[in-house]
């Protein structure tokens, strides 16, 4: 039984290019949150998505960055003319339904981007 | 603005003594809080959680103790193990927002010592 798949686990991106963060759910889960941890600091809320729909991006940057989790395949966190200010760990989450994010809820293991 | 705030980067506890972590709110919406533990190179795990309408919850050798006035809640591990050594970040979420929306603390690393 499968965790949250997080691909790539390092991506290293020149500023101006364009970042594509994946997150695959365990079997089962139809929810998906991003979170971004900027060095020294905590995990911060960027987006919760349902398949097709996004429920909340009030964490989301206005510009440059976008979410989707479409009916197949997995989420995709994008982020667009990436700056050096981008460089953090984004770590996804997965839930089987709307609810609390306790037990039911399992992170991956993050993608640690780095922007040159 | 830190609504979720951990003072205490860092600590370290003997093997076999107690742990507390501690951690503060500002938000009085928060009703539901949960503790991270977190790897180096690896996503948090959920490890313990408290809901608003209680003031303690055990498992095991964690016990987390919420005190709603004070705006305190805090992590009691013991006994202390090695193994026990990661950063442990506190979190919460309010009923009247998205419910799986968290606000974490900066976190605290903790070093279990032999």
């Known amino acids: 039984n499968a965790g949250v798949m997080q691909n790539p686990r390092h991506l290293v991106r020149r500023r101006g290019q364009e970042a594509r963060l994946r997150c695959s759910p365990m079997?089962?889960?139809?929810?998906v949150y991003w979170y971004r941890q900027l060095p020294e600091e905590g995990l911060k809320f960027m987006v919760y998505?349902?398949?097709?729909?996004?429920?909340?991006e009030s964490g989301m940057p206005k510009e440059r960055f976008s979410a989707e989790f479409p009916k197949e395949g997995p989420s995709i966190l994008r982020i667009q003319q990436v700056v050096r200010g981008d460089s953090a760990a984004y770590f996804c989450?997965?839930?089987?339904?709307?609810?609390?994010?306790?037990?039911?809820?399992?992170f991956g293991q993050g993608t640690r981007l780095t922007v040159v | 603005d830190q609504q979720v705030k951990q003072n205490s980067p860092s600590l370290s506890v003997q093997e076999g003594r107690i742990s507390i972590l501690n951690c503060d709110y500002t938000?009085?919406?928060?009703?539901?809080f949960l503790w991270y533990k977190k790897y180096p190179a690896e996503g948090p795990t959920f490890l313990i959680s408290?809901?608003?309408?209680?003031d303690k919850n055990e498992d095991g050798r964690f016990t987390v103790f919420l005190n709603k006035s004070a705006k305190h809640l805090s992590l009691h591990i013991v006994p202390s193990q090695p193994g026990d050594s990661a950063v442990y970040f506190c979190?919460?979420?309010?009923?009247?927002?998205?419910?799986?929306?968290?606000?974490f603390g900066t976190g605290t690393r903790l070093q279990v010592t032999l």
């Open positions: 979190a919460a979420s309010a009923l009247s927002g998205t419910a799986s929306k968290l606000t």
């Open positions: 079997k089962g889960h139809s929810h």
């Open positions: 989450a997965s839930s089987p339904a709307q609810g609390r994010m306790g037990t039911e809820a399992f």
């Open positions: 408290i809901s608003s309408i209680k």
């Open positions: 998505l349902q398949k097709e729909n996004i429920i909340d």
């Open positions: 938000n009085s919406m928060f009703d539901y």
